[in-house]
Nanobody
Framework: VQLVESGGGSVQAGGSLTLSCAGSGWTSRDYCMGWFRQAPGKEREGVASAYTAGDSTYYADSVKGRFTVSLDNRKNTVYLQMNSPRPDDSGMYYC????????????????WGRGTQVTVS
């Protein structure tokens, strides 16, 4: 399994940024892909996730209404549209994969990308 994030960078508060994560190395269609983030000195936290079938998406309370996660299961690619980011959204953003359909269980993600840095100023 390989997960490769892209799209990170610097953005002004109130702007927008879109992250992408391209996955490869599996054929199952029963999985979740999600986004986590970690700020310096803080624990990694789940941000948003989506399931391959249907419109099941999950969000941390801190990003609801501002971020949108979407999953293209034909490409094994997950996106995170970040609207109106705030400085406290800054951190390293990681893409992750969980097998099965329990996408809201942040502890169930077992495959990880290397991360992409997001800085909001």
């Amino acid at each position: 399994v390989q997960l490769v994030e892209s799209g990170g960078g610097s953005v002004q508060a109130g702007g927008s940024l879109t992250l992408s994560c391209a996955g490869s190395g599996w054929t199952s269609r029963d999985y979740c892909m999600g986004w986590f983030r970690q700020a310096p000195g803080k624990e990694r936290e789940g941000v948003a996730s989506a399931y391959t079938a249907g419109d099941s998406t999950y969000y941390a309370d801190s990003v609801k209404g501002r971020f949108t996660v979407s999953l293209d299961n034909r490409k094994n690619t997950v996106y995170l549209q970040m609207n109106s980011p705030r400085p406290d959204d800054s951190g390293m953003y990681y893409c992750a994969l969980a097998w099965g359909s329990v996408c809201e269980a942040w502890s169930g993600y077992t495959e990880w990308g290397r991360g992409t840095q997001v800085t909001v100023s």
